[in-house]
Every structure is written in structure tokens, then in C-alpha cells.
């Protein structure tokens, strides 16, 4: 079964599905925000991510990559500490780094956004390659679906989902890309 036939009906996935998944994003916290999701679900179910959601905004305070950028080892430890996240040292870690890496990103590209827009369209084997160039914990699966869910691959919905029509008229990147192709 889609996530189009699973999610409608349920209290977390029902409104993701509708309002989120698959729909272009504007900011660097909420690009930041999914990458930050993404990786955390490795290994998890998005159900879980779902429900510790507010966990993940406040521990990294809104998704600031400026403040995370600046995390030490006191705000390591806090968030190894912080049962509303996932508690994994390697995904905690990766949060910290990318953050550090998206800064460089910003100073040359403006913003994550700017960074993923000057990149695109890439096939998903390129774009795993060239995250995989400046992040970590970012294999095949999580950028995949970083990139699904951020509009720069199709996929997020089904032709028949009600959602896909709405998200075609936001021409996320993805649809510009098919529509170039003819």
C-alpha cells in the first residue's frame, strides 16, 4: 500500500500526508527540519518521528542552523539526555555536522534552498553522492526521501491521491524538470 492509501485517516500521518509530504519548502529551519527528521527515522518508523516532532523543535531550538552550527559537547550531552528525540549518538552527531556544513552552503548558495535549486535536477544517485560530499548519515534511503519530500523528486504522491493535483500547482521542482522534458 501508497502512503496516499495508509495516511488520509490518521491522526499524525493524515495531516503530513495532506499538508506536508511531497510539498516545496521556503526556509532554511524547515529544510533543515526534514533533513534533521529524515535522518532520525533511519531504522524507525515515521510514526515515531511524527510523535516526538515537538521533541526534535525544541531540542534543537526551532531548527536554527546558526545555533545548532554551535552546539559543544554541554549540548551533546543534553540532547543524549532528551527522551522527546531519538537519543542516538551517530544520528545526534550527524544534526551537529550538517548544520556546521550548511553555513559554508548559505555563505556561497544564500540559503539550503539556493543550495538544492543549483544542484537540480540531479538523478537520486548523484544527488546521494553529492550530499554524501558534505553530510553525514546520508545514505540512498534518507536523501531519497529528503528530496521526495521536499519536492526536488517525484514520488511523494500517487496520480490519483487528491494531494498530487495540489501540489502540481505549487510547481515544486520536480514538475518543472518533467514539464522541460516534454
Not at 516545496?24 to 516526538?52: H, M, V, Y
Not at 534543537?60 to 528525540?85: K, N, P, Q, T
Amino acid at each position: 500500500m501508497s502512503y496516499c492509501q495508509i495516511a488520509p485517516d490518521h491522526p499524525l500521518h493524515g495531516p503530513y500526508h495532506a499538508e506536508e509530504y511531497g510539498f516545496p519548502l521556503s526556509t532554511d529551519a524547515e529544510f533543515f527540519e526534514r533533513l534533521i527528521l529524515e535522518i532520525n527515522q533511519a531504522g524507525l518508523s515515521w510514526l515515531t518521528i511524527l510523535k516526538k516532532r515537538d521533541g526534535f523543535r525544541t531540542a534543537y531550538e526551532g531548527f536554527d542552523i546558526d545555533r545548532v552550527a554551535a552546539y559543544g559537547e554541554a549540548d551533546r550531552a543534553r540532547l543524549l539526555g532528551d527522551a522527546s528525540i531519538i537519543r542516538n549518538r551517530l544520528k545526534v552527531d550527524a544534526a551537529i555536522h550538517n548544520a556546521r556544513q550548511l553555513l559554508p552552503i548559505r555563505e556561497e548558495y544564500g540559503s539550503f534552498g539556493g543550495w538544492l535549486d543549483a544542484h537540480h535536477p540531479r538523478s537520486k544517485a548523484e544527488w546521494v553522492k553529492l550530499f554524501r560530499s558534505r553530510f553525514k548519515f546520508v545514505g540512498g534511503e534518507i536523501v531519497g526521501e529528503f528530496l521526495m519530500s521536499t519536492g526536488y523528486l517525484p514520488g511523494a504522491h500517487t496520480p490519483e491521491c487528491p494531494v498530487y493535483e495540489r501540489i502540481l500547482a505549487l510547481r515544486p521542482p520536480w514538475v518543472e524538470v518533467r514539464d522541460e522534458a516534454g
